[in-house]
């Protein structure tokens, strides 16, 4: 078995994404990375270079600048990595996810179940989606809570933006893959980035989904029930970035008023509760 890991990555540093943490994420498991990386500002090339990783293969592209539509220029460089994998599994995780390194003998084992069972054609994991601090994580519907990060290799599939894959049968229309659950977590960074940072990536990023930039003031402006607690450990990879790079704390807004969006989904938590539903959106099917 042979499992390739592929993601995407430009002004990782300024923007701050712990990408090379990721990328040793990745390494610890696959045979093989390949990372698109888009030309840019500061020294992301050079210090995944720097990483000097005999499975680490990089690809230098440079942005369609002119491409704005919903973030279809990150589906263009996630599929530009994805199509020179050449392993059984390709595994994406994007500039700011993480495994858990005592998740991997337990995933490697699982794909190696899963590789003779060609009905499996994905693999589905729990989400961490850590906010405005390490020890805070966001969990409304308006989070996806589980995300296929697997796809089989031998299948055709692409992917419409940089979160899902779409499999084609017979040059009919697309669908999501056949998945199971592995029953572990991706640990997110997005949002527990600096908030001078968080700024500076909402300016930079917002054109590629063609809106102007929205207004970043921190991230206590949020419903205080959209919120919960973490209480696990991080994965030992992070832990000097977490200690330097990442916001130590979350404070909470009093003032702050919900938004519409903030409303309904506070509506659909109460639901999920009476009703033992995941309301959450879901990029695959599972398979019975």
């Not at 369609?64 to 390709?90: H, I, L, P």
Request: glycine share 8%.
């Amino acid at each position: 078995m042979k499992i390739s890991g592929f993601t995407f990555i430009r002004n990782g540093t300024l923007l701050g994404y712990p990408y090379v943490e990721s990328l040793r994420s990745l390494l610890s498991i696959c045979d093989e990375v390949i990372v698109a990386v888009g030309q840019g500002q500061d020294d992301t090339l050079t210090r995944i270079q720097a990483l000097s990783d005999p499975k680490l293969r990089v690809i230098e592209t440079v942005w369609n600048e002119t491409m704005q539509d919903r973030g279809y220029v990150y589906a263009q460089q996630k599929m530009m990595a994805q199509f020179n994998c050449s392993g059984d599994w390709a595994f994406y995780l994007e500039g700011d996810e993480v495994l858990h390194e005592e998740d991997v003998p337990k995933l490697k084992a699982q794909l190696q179940g899963y590789l003779g069972n060609p009905q499996i054609e994905a693999v589905v994991f729990d989400y961490y989606h850590f906010y405005g601090a390490p020890d805070t994580l966001a969990i409304s519907p308006g989070w996806y809570r589980r995300a296929p990060r697997i796809i089989r290799n031998s299948i055709r599939s692409y992917s419409p933006d940089g979160l899902f894959f779409v499999v084609m049968e017979q040059n009919k229309r697309g669908r999501y893959p056949r998945a199971v659950v592995a029953g572990i977590p991706i640990y997110h960074y997005g949002h527990v980035r600096s908030v001078a940072t968080m700024q500076t990536k909402i300016q930079q990023v917002s054109r590629y989904w063609g809106h102007a930039p929205p207004e970043f003031e921190g991230y206590g402006n949020i419903d205080p029930q959209a919120i919960s607690k973490f209480h696990g450990t991080q994965p030992a990879v992070m832990s000097n970035w977490l200690a330097t790079q990442a916001e130590p704390k979350l404070i909470l807004n009093p003032d702050y008023i919900l938004t519409r969006r903030e409303r309904r989904h506070r509506w659909m938590m109460w639901l999920e509760h009476v009703t033992g539903w995941d309301l959450s959106k879901k990029h695959y099917r599972l398979v019975k």
